[in-house]
């Protein structure tokens, strides 16, 4: 059983940056895509970004590209979102989920989710 937790979140001005982390407990994410996706009061959660195992595979969301960055440490078991002039249409609960072998962007591809983590940009 793969159990992940979020970091990192927290308030910040439009415009500002924030970096995201996710580490699995229990095991390491040999072998596993990760993925970051949001939720937002209200709405469905949503695709941010994705990551092959081996890092040379990434896919963003439209609304992010270009502004966000998803990476990851594997000596180290983790992985990033490095969020760069974040947006007010930016806030939400942000979750890291794993899933074996290649990276989607679809929420029902993966197995493991982390409990999320609150980034709130103000205006």
């Known amino acids: 059983q793969v159990q992940l937790v979020e970091s990192g979140g927290g308030l910040v001005q439009t415009g500002g940056s924030l970096r995201l982390s996710c580490a699995p407990s229990?095991?390491?994410?040999?072998?596993?895509?990760m993925g970051w996706f949001r939720q937002a009061p209200g709405k469905e959660r949503e695709f941010v970004a994705s990551i092959s195992w081996t890092g040379g595979t990434t896919y963003y969301a439209d609304s992010v590209q270009g502004r966000f960055t998803i990476s990851r440490d594997n000596p180290k078991n983790t992985v990033y979102l490095q969020m760069n002039s974040l947006k007010p249409e930016d806030t939400a609960v942000y979750y890291c989920?794993?899933?074996?072998?290649?990276?989607?962007?679809?929420?029902?591809?993966?197995?493991?989710w982390g409990q999320g983590t609150q980034v709130t940009v103000s205006s």
């Open positions: 989920a794993a899933r074996l072998y290649n990276p989607t962007k679809r929420a029902s591809d993966y197995n493991y």
């Open positions: 229990g095991r390491t994410f040999s072998s596993y895509a």
